[in-house]
């Protein structure tokens, strides 16, 4: 059949504003779950994980929450700036035996930051 | 700039035919991936290589194949080509295992 490209999910926020990106995850066997960014034109930069038996981790302005009973992850951005946009992915990883540094990444969110 | 290399930056080939893509992982990484990025399918990982040796393996067709050599930079050979394997190809490294990953900046493949 017809392959379509996948829509990602949009967020449009002004400058200073606070962000907040959510993800979905499936695999309840996941031992962390990582955030990266990918900015135009360029490769995927990490941004900050969390270990499964953690809920809440922060980062310089980023902070991560986890809810293992919904099976859901968010990333906030506090202050919000131009150089942000980009397209963000959450990411699983099951740490040890055959499946070792394989990260599974989810669609992505397009976040826009207008000045 | 991450430090991770990978040549060449834009392939242009044709259906049928076989092509080998390069990464330099950062000094001192041992571990290297390969990841393909497609708009239909998005971020996927194709397979891991740490110092050498085969770790994890994702939904890596039999069409293609990678190897680590001895100075730790790596290949990803992509054989019989179809439209459908065009795609960006990321390499990324990191000292061991792990989440933190730094990848390249892409090989982009096109497929004629």
């Known amino acids: 059949g017809e392959s379509v490209g996948l829509h990602l999910p949009t967020l449009s926020v002004q400058e200073g504003d606070n962000s907040i990106i959510n993800c979905a995850y499936s695999n309840s066997a996941s031992d962390y779950f990582i955030w990266y960014k990918q900015e135009s034109g360029k490769g995927p930069q990490f941004i900050i994980d969390i270990r499964s038996n953690m809920d809440k981790r922060q980062g310089q302005r980023v902070t991560v929450l986890l809810n293992k009973t919904v099976k859901h992850l968010s990333l906030q951005i506090a202050a919000t700036q131009p150089g942000d946009s980009a397209v963000y992915f959450c990411a699983e990883n099951v740490a040890g035996g055959t499946s070792y540094g394989k990260l599974t990444f989810g669609q992505g969110t397009i976040l826009t930051v207008h000045p | 700039d991450s430090g991770v290399t990978q040549t060449p930056k834009h392939l242009i080939t044709a259906t049928g035919q076989r092509v080998t893509l390069r990464c330099s992982p950062r000094?001192?990484?041992?571990?290297v991936y390969w990841y393909q990025q497609s708009l239909d399918q998005g971020l996927q990982f194709l397979i891991h290589y740490y110092n050498g040796e085969e770790r994890a393996k994702g939904n890596i067709l039999e069409r293609f194949s990678a190897q680590q050599f001895p100075d730790l930079h790596s290949e990803l050979n992509l054989s019989s080509l179809e439209l459908g394997d065009s795609a960006l190809y990321f390499c990324?490294?990191?000292?061991?295992?792990?989440?933190?990953?730094?990848f390249g900046p892409g090989t982009r493949l096109t497929v004629l």
């Open positions: 000094s001192g990484d041992l571990s």
């Open positions: 990324a490294s990191s000292p061991h295992g792990g989440n933190e990953q730094f």
